[in-house]
T-cell receptor
Framework: EDQVTQSPEALRLQEGESSSLNCSYTVSGLRGLFWYRQDPGKGPEFLFTLYSAGEEKEKERLKATLTKKESFLHITAPKPEDSATYLC???????????FGTGTQLKVEL | GAVVSQHPSRVICKSGTSVKIECRSLDFQATTMFWYRQFPKQSLMLMAT?????????EQGVEKDKFLINHASLTLSTLTVTSAHPEDSSFYIC???????????FGPGTRLTVT
């Protein structure tokens, strides 16, 4: 059974204070690992797809990395508008279904 | 990126009535769509996979007679919650894969409250 564990559950940062979110996974043949951002009362917004160990992707203050067992979402010099819940999900080889982690609720304060 | 819409965004209904939620892919075609529900402060739980032109595939523990799914066209899937009860109150979200990487794009969600 595919499993995704995210840590920490919640993270409070000061503006400009960089940090990382963790996503550990077990999956039957990884087709892709996905990061999403979800604001309260809204659907998840797609951020990144990672396919193989060693891959990295960046978007503004966010950088996602992947190893064979986990993925990190690095947030550099965060701003209050980066406050959201960040979700990690995996898709097994040959399938479209996503298994989600429980997310990390990030709050960035001035 | 691909855009998915949902309607309505919020609905309040009385116990015992049925509610239909629509999910549309606006700028792409989707032979498959997914329906999730999300309880407060919890992650998304896949309910079913909607397949255009054929029956939906339900996840274990999801009552297919209660949650009726119809994927009538390449851009529209509907979820009907039949004989709704207060425990069906939740946030329902649909998604559709798009592009070569098959990443899923999500709708804005529908908040269902059953009184």
């Amino acid at each position: 059974e595919d499993q995704v564990t995210q840590s920490p559950e919640a993270l409070r940062l000061q503006e400009g204070e960089s940090s990382s979110l963790n996503c550990s996974y077990t999956v039957s043949g990884l087709r892709g690992l996905f990061w999403y951002r979800q604001d309260p009362g809204k659907g998840p917004e797609f951020l990144f797809t990672l396919y193989s160990a060693g891959e990295e992707k960046e978007k503004e203050r966010l950088k996602a990395t992947l190893t064979k067992k986990e993925s990190f979402l690095h947030i550099t010099a965060p701003k209050p508008e980066d406050s959201a819940t960040y979700l990690c999900a995996v898709a097994p080889g040959g399938g479209n279904k996503l298994t989600f982690g429980t997310g990390t609720q990030l709050k960035v304060e001035l | 990126g691909a855009v998915v819409s949902q309607h309505p965004s919020r609905v309040i209904c009385k116990s015992g009535t049925s509610v239909k939620i629509e999910c549309r892919s606006l700028d792409f075609q989707a032979t498959t769509m997914f329906w999730y529900r999300q309880f407060p402060k919890q992650s998304l739980m896949l309910m079913a996979t909607s397949n255009e032109g054929s029956k939906a595939t339900y996840e274990q523990g999801v009552e297919k007679d209660k949650f009726l799914i119809n994927h009538a066209s390449l851009t529209l899937s509907t979820l009907t919650v039949t004989s709704a009860h207060p425990e069906d109150s939740s946030f329902y979200i649909c998604s559709a894969p798009s592009g070569g990487a098959h990443e899923q794009y999500f709708g804005p969600g529908t908040r269902l409250t059953v009184t």
